[in-house]
T-cell receptor, first 111, second 114 residues
Framework: ELKVEQNPLFLSMQEGKNYTIYCNYS?????LYWYRQDPGKSLESLFV?????AVKQEGRLMASLDTKARLSTLHITAAVHDLSATYFC???????????FGTGTRLQVTL | NAGVTQTPKFRVLKTGQSMTLLCAQD?????MYWYRQDPGMGLRLIHY???????AKGEVPDGYNVSRLKKQNFLLGLESAAPSQTSVYFC?????????????FGPGTRLTVT
C-alpha cells in the first residue's frame, strides 16, 4: 500500500526559529511536491522536486529530496507569522503523476 | 487567465439526490483531476483524465462518475448522494512541462449531504 507520512502533524514555532517538516513515502518515486493551504482556501504549489538530491529554495522555505531514503524535508528558516498554514507533501506516480498526499503539517508561528 | 475554476462553491444535498460539479481550466492542460479533502486529512484522488474523452479511477472512485467531453472541462457527478460524501472537492489540472506535471488547483466546492 502506498503511504505518505508527514511529521510532525502539528508544529507551534516562535518567530525567528528554524524547524524541519519530514515527509516519508513507502514506494520509490522521483516526483515529490510540496503545497501550502491556508484555512478555507485552496492549495498553492510551493516546490516540485524531480530527482534525487534536488534542493529548491524560496524565501524562508527550502525543500529537498532523497529518493534512496524515500524522504523529503521542508526546512523553515527564521519563521515569520505569515508562514502559518498547513503544509502538504505529495508523491507523484504514473503517467499523469497522480498525487498521494500526506496528512499535512499544521504550522503555527507565534510572536 | 482565470486558471482553474469550480462551480458551485457551496452546495447542500439531501441523501439520494444527484448533482454535478463542474471544473473548467483555461491553461490548455492535458490532465485533469478530482480530489476530495476530509477534515484533518490530505487530499485523495477520486478520478482523473489524461485527455479529452478519457477518464480513469483514482484512489476513492466509488459513488462518483466523471466525464471529459471537452479538453477544458471535467465534470464530477454524484448519482445518489450519501452523507459519507460530505467533503470539500478540489479540481486540478496539469501538463507535462518538462516532466514536472505540476498541478494547479481550483478554489474548491464545499458539499454537505444531510
Amino acid at each position: 500500500e502506498l503511504k505518505v507520512e508527514q511529521n510532525p502533524l502539528f508544529l507551534s514555532m516562535q518567530e525567528g526559529k528554524n524547524y524541519t517538516i519530514y515527509c516519508n513515502y513507502s514506494t520509490t518515486s522521483d516526483r515529490l511536491y510540496w503545497y501550502r493551504q491556508d484555512p478555507g482556501k485552496s492549495l498553492e504549489s510551493l516546490f516540485v522536486l524531480l530527482s534525487n538530491g534536488a534542493v529548491k529554495q524560496e524565501g524562508r522555505l527550502m525543500a529537498s529530496l532523497d529518493t534512496k531514503a524515500r524522504l523529503s524535508t521542508l526546512h523553515i528558516t527564521a519563521a515569520v507569522h505569515d508562514l502559518s498554514a498547513t503544509y502538504f507533501c505529495a508523491r507523484g506516480s504514473g503517467t499523469a503523476s497522480k498525487l498521494t498526499f500526506g496528512t499535512g503539517t499544521r504550522l503555527q508561528v507565534t510572536l | 487567465n482565470a486558471g482553474v475554476t469550480q462551480t458551485p462553491k457551496f452546495r447542500v444535498l439531501k441523501t439520494g439526490q444527484s448533482m454535478t460539479l463542474l471544473c473548467a481550466q483555461d491553461m490548455n492542460h492535458e490532465y485533469m483531476y478530482w480530489y476530495r479533502q476530509d477534515p484533518g486529512m490530505g487530499l485523495r484522488l477520486i478520478h482523473y483524465s489524461v485527455g479529452e474523452g478519457t477518464t480513469a479511477k483514482g484512489e476513492v472512485p466509488d459513488g462518483y462518475n466523471v466525464s471529459r467531453l471537452k479538453k477544458q472541462n471535467f465534470l464530477l457527478g454524484l448519482e445518489s448522494a450519501a452523507p459519507s460524501q460530505t467533503s470539500v472537492y478540489f479540481c486540478a489540472s496539469s501538463r507535462t512541462s518538462g516532466g514536472s506535471y505540476e498541478q494547479y488547483f481550483g478554489p474548491g466546492t464545499r458539499l454537505t449531504v444531510t
